[in-house]
């Protein structure tokens, strides 16, 4: 299995030298034809000027093909025994002036090329595509190319032999950075990977709360982000279970141990068993089924197996619900107990009993810990849409109590927590109430949320929307 560093670097490295070749190729094909097209003009403009020099000195083509030939190849007999030009000259690629066709002005052949001979008419398609020579304002003749390029001189070669070795240099070391840079580009890229996998398997043994160092800003960066968040989380909610497993070991074994203690002391003989002290283990057993039951609810919301039974539900009926279930306790406690709602308020989509057990374990909270003398006011309110917020009915619950310290109030709706750990014997408060409202209250839709100041009393408000 090759890694994701070699395929990486195999596929640069690739391109790189695909684009080098084609680079190069496009490149010589390029230089070449552009110095075939220089030599075929500079040769055409020559043999022009030839030409045209010859007709002016003698006022005609006549003679001029043999004068033309004796100039470009005197090493050649151009005469036969009778004394005539040739009509047949051998074709000579290296000799710019036989891939030109010369005509006069009436479109007969001066200067012949194969496989036009001297004296023969052209076709008039043909001396359309030529260039015309005037002598002065004269039509005296027409150039014709024969359509093969002249051969390179030797100096023109050796100095296009010289680019082509050059633009292979210059590849070979495009290609040499290409390669460089990949390996760079490479390490760069999968160096974060590797670290982030090494994490990975870390956090895979157990050990959360691994962080992977952040090197970029790109989508790597993010995703090593990512994981930290996620690794720290983890470690939160590892730390949650351990202390959520010693809480409920420690919530069932204080009550266990005070029905215990007297079940062995009835047993013994030491204590008879009086009404008073069954009711004492009574309540204990009470106590246990809440914290079980609390238990068996929280659990059922995270596996999303509560059911709801949403019906239409008017806010204000669900306050008056709960002031006529703790008016009494709230008498006991010295603490008076207050409802306020707007008017007019539309009915929500709601489970009236799990609303009641939500808006319950808030009162109740909030008469624990308001002193005598104190109050509480539930309130309920309409809250207009905006800001791409829905409409909603907002549950308010303030009462003047003790406060939460603002170090607590973060996770004031974890399991088994605490503000006051010497309230942590306190009958019928299992710290999982809060954590219970706040599944309850998400399950519908809507958020809770918690204000506080030592000494200045508790605000929880429910947003539900319409």
């Not at 030009?85 to 200067?111: S, T």
């Not at 007297?262 to 809440?290: F, N, Q």
């Not at 409409?391 to 009462?399: C, E, L, N, Q, T």
Request: hydrophobic content about 40%; glycine content about 8%; aromatic content about 6%.
């Amino acid at each position: 299995m090759r890694s994701l560093a070699f395929k990486f670097l195999l596929a640069l490295i690739t391109v790189s030298l695909t684009v080098a070749l084609l680079g190069a190729a496009m490149i010589h094909y390029t230089t070449q034809r552009e110095f075939a097209d220089l030599a075929l003009n500079n040769a055409q403009r020559t043999f022009i000027n030839r030409a045209l020099t010859y007709y002016q000195l003698n006022g005609s083509w006549q003679g001029f093909n043999r004068a033309l030939f004796q100039q470009l190849a005197p090493q050649q007999q151009l005469q036969n025994p009778q004394g005539q030009p040739p009509q047949n000259l051998p074709q000579n690629p290296q000799n710019p002036a036989y891939i030109f066709i010369l005509a006069d002005a009436d479109g007969r052949v001066v200067v012949q090329v194969r496989p036009y001979r001297i004296g023969e008419m052209l076709p008039d398609e043909l001396l359309a595509e030529g260039i015309p020579i005037f002598l002065e304002t004269q039509l005296v003749g027409t150039v014709i190319t024969s359509g093969e390029a002249p051969t390179l001189a030797p100096r023109e070669q050796q100095y296009l032999e010289s680019a082509n070795l050059s633009l292979f240099y210059a590849s070979l070391g495009a290609l040499a950075v290409a390669v460089f840079m990949s390996l760079l580009l490479t390490g760069s890229l999968t160096r974060p990977l590797r670290e982030l996998t090494k994490a990975m398997r870390v956090t895979a043994r157990g050990e959360f709360g691994h962080q992977a160092e952040v090197r970029s800003k790109d989508e790597i960066g993010q995703l090593a982000n990512d994981f930290n968040k996620m690794s720290a989380e983890l470690a939160h909610l590892n730390e949650q279970r351990k202390q959520m497993t010693a809480d409920i070991a420690h919530d069932l074994r204080s009550p266990l141990t005070v029905i215990s203690g007297y079940v062995e002391s009835m047993h013994d003989g030491v204590l008879k068993p009086t009404p008073e002290r069954l009711k004492a283990i009574l309540d204990e057993v009470r106590h246990l089924e809440r914290l079980v039951e609390d238990l068996r609810t929280l659990s059922l919301a995270d596996a999303g197996e509560i059911s709801l039974n949403l019906a239409p539900v008017a806010p204000i009926g669900l306050l008056e619900q709960i002031r006529a279930a703790y008016q009494h306790a709230a008498e006991r406690a010295g603490v008076t107990l207050s409802t306020q709602a707007d008017v007019d308020l539309p009915r929500i989509q709601a489970d009236p009993d799990r609303m009641m057990q939500v808006l319950g374990n808030l009162v109740s909270n909030a008469i624990r810990h308001t002193p005598r003398g104190g109050s509480i006011q539930c309130s309920v309110a309409s809250n207009e849409s905006g800001a791409g917020r829905p409409p909603s009915v907002v549950f308010a619950i303030r009462d003047t109590g003790s406060g939460i310290p603002a170090a607590d109030l973060p996770r004031i709706f974890d399991r088994f927590y605490r503000v006051d750990d010497s309230r942590h014997d306190e009958r019928g408060e299992s710290g999982l109430g809060l954590a219970i409202a706040k599944s309850i209250v998400e399950m519908h839709g809507g958020t809770i949320s918690v204000e506080s100041q030592p000494g200045s009393g508790t605000t929880f408000r429910i947003n539900l929307p319409l």
